[in-house]
């Protein structure tokens, strides 16, 4: 899992290069300015925040430790699935796949590819759209349109813990401020402290300008950008699926279908040309065995 190799990595740079300098991590050991930083962060997240929010960031915390969900891998299986799909209505029409997108998990159909039936995220979405193409009561532009709509709907919801983690994330400098002028109040009271104690004070209350800038940009903020990468890759995922889909609609070979969607892939997960037509082919073989 990349996340905790990146904090290991911040916290080693920053600790190790302040003692490789001579400095000593006694002084840095502030446990009330954490929790007074922590706390206040964790307050300003419920107060700017709704229930749904609130609720839909905790829900997101579990899946940043999934890596490369959406790799080339589970594309490609995909649209080898996407390609039997729309082979079996280019043979048998849209109500030859009535009962396999009815019941996907009894589907022979969707057996063939389990990682891609275990994904709810990319089911729902193929499987409601398939349903509107038996119907046959819409035109491929209604049914593009919906599904344009649903993607932006999905890319508004997902965004909502992205902010809200962003926006705590920014604001640690800012009460790590509060914590270090806090430091200093308390420090500016012993008027009567030798200079070598007022110096320690002061330096123990400009730990918290440190701590803040650490915890937002080191530990809060990675973890935003992470989910904010994970959100944009099921949204490319679903877009994928789209442009197949459409391409079915205006009449396009199952085959030059999966092509449309194989280029709207990034190029880290696109497979080539060749490599798509080799493993469709397998896929096809599989399928009339």
Known sequence: M?????YVVVLLSVFG???LAGGSLGPLYQPTELLMIGGAG???FIAANNGKAIKATFKILPKLKRTKKYNKALYMERMALQYKILSKVRREGMLGIERDIDNPQESPLFQEHPTVLAD?????????????MVSGGMEPMEIDELMLH???????????PVDAISKVGDAMPAFGIVAAVMGVIKALTYADATP???GEMIARALVGTFLGILLGYGFISPVASYAERQAK???KMLQCIRVTLLAS???????????????????AERPSFTELEEYVRDAKKGGSA
């Open 2 to 6: 990349l996340i905790p190799l990146g």
């Open 17 to 19: 290069g302040y003692v």
């Open 42 to 44: 964790v307050g300003a």
């Open 120 to 132: 709810p995220h990319i089911m729902d979405f193929l499987t409601d759209y398939l349903r509107l």
């Open 150 to 160: 649903e993607i932006e709907a999905f890319e508004q919801e997902a965004h909502i």
């Open 196 to 198: 070598a104690q007022m």
């Open 233 to 235: 890759e099921a949204e």
């Open 249 to 267: 609609l205006h009449g396009y070979a199952p085959q030059l279908a999966v092509e449309f969607g194989r280029k709207a892939l990034h190029t």
